[in-house]
């Protein structure tokens, strides 16, 4: 019984580790790409370009966007501030009420072995092959950022 949960907990911190390079470099493309997008000018080619190996067009269009939960309870508030408070008053009872954390991280002196990782990646369905090829450098990565980062790390449970 206590094997397995340990193995579980390997299993979160493992998964977490390796998540962290991902989502920073995850969150580098997706910061380039509106950038890389912007620089590309069609204007000559009457927004619609068709090359040998790509395409590229520009649409414009009228896009309808919805106000956001946080945007309209503003809104609310500015127009009815006496509910606003109490809406608002709600709100944050609530989330007081249901937010439980679980925290989670490794015993001084102890490590996690590159079994725990490439386990951990090939059930995210990376080949054994894969998985040996990119540990090295997901660890690297891994290793530069949580040196920024305190060790005790903690996910929303419910």
Do not use: W
Not at 73 to 86: M, N
Not at 95 to 109: C, K
């Amino acid at each position: 019984m206590t094997q397995n949960l340990e193995r579980q907990i390997i299993e979160l911190i493992a998964t977490d580790r390796i998540s962290i390079p991902i989502k920073s470099m995850s969150g580098k493309f997706d910061r380039q790409k509106p950038k890389l997008g912007k620089l590309i000018n069609l204007s000559e080619y009457e927004n619609n370009f068709v090359g040998e190996r790509v395409y590229a067009r520009i649409e414009r269009g009228e896009q309808l966007k919805a106000r956001t939960i946080r945007e309209s309870i503003d809104k609310f508030s500015e127009e009815y501030p006496r509910h606003g408070k109490i809406l608002n008053g709600y709100i944050e009872e609530k989330r007081e009420d249901r937010e439980i954390n679980l925290y989670f991280g490794m015993n001084e002196e102890c490590r996690l072995t590159e079994e725990d990782y490439l386990g951990v990646m090939e059930n995210l369905g990376f080949t054994e092959t894969t998985s040996k090829r990119l540990y090295p450098e997901l660890m690297e990565i891994s290793r530069k950022i949580s040196r920024k980062r305190q060790e005790e790390r903690s996910i929303l449970i419910g």
